[in-house]
């Protein structure tokens, strides 16, 4: 009888989480809903606005130009254009990968290998983690180059010149349901 007490304690606490996350993943007008190290922003008057450090909220994008912040207004905004920066990504995993091959080829080896004669040889750790570090930098640097060219750009968010939509608000309006063929906003972002 004890157990299922507990089952039903257990059942009811799950309940309750699953009703209060929800309430707290909806997006607020000023929440971060994405943070990015490069946009450039397409605004209904024609400018083109790049700059670095992009934040995304509910109803603004903010973003450094020459490294002064500037905000605007999703009303403003037709299209948001991001790099993500994969690079520091790709170079950690290639220097990390490259440091983890050199530390087990050391562990199988236990250090010796075969000169050009044929000799035996043993290597020190210093000069053989030496040597291992070097390489890593080296593989790290080569994917930072692979990480930077394949890192293009991507449309984050994007609503069409002709859509209406509530002064201040990032919400489509309610008198284009009589419309057909009404473009959907497309909203995209890093959680």
């Known amino acids: 009888m004890n157990s ?17 996350i929800p309430a707290f993943a909806q997006a607020q007008p000023n929440m971060i809903m994405g943070k990015y190290p490069k946009g ?14 992009l934040l995304m909220s509910g109803e603004t994008v ?5 490294g002064a912040t500037q905000t605007f207004y999703l009303d403003e905004i037709q299209q948001i254009m991001v790099k ?6 790709f170079a950690c995993g290639c220097g990390l990968g490259c440091l983890g091959l050199a530390g087990l ?3 199988v080896s236990g250090g010796e290998f075969e000169d050009e004669d044929g000799i035996t040889q043993k290597m020190k750790f ?9 390489w890593a930098g080296l593989c790290a640097g080569g994917g930072y180059l692979i990480g930077y060219i394949f890192d293009d750009w991507s449309i984050v968010y994007y609503l069409p010149q002709n859509y209406e939509r509530r002064p ?22 890093s959680f």
């Open 105 to 107: 080829a050391y562990a």
């Open 40 to 53: 450039r922003l397409f605004l209904y008057d024609g400018r083109i606005v790049e700059g670095k450090k």
């Open 126 to 134: 210093g000069e053989y983690a030496l040597g291992s570090i070097i």
């Open 84 to 89: 993500k920066g994969h690079s520091s990504l």
């Open 168 to 189: 201040h608000t990032s919400l489509p309006s309610n008198h284009d349901k009589g419309k057909k063929d009404i473009p959907l906003l497309m909203l995209k972002g």
């Open 4 to 20: 299922s007490k507990h089952v039903l304690y257990f059942a009811v606490f799950m309940l309750l989480i699953a009703f209060a």
């Open 62 to 66: 903010s973003i450094a130009v020459y």
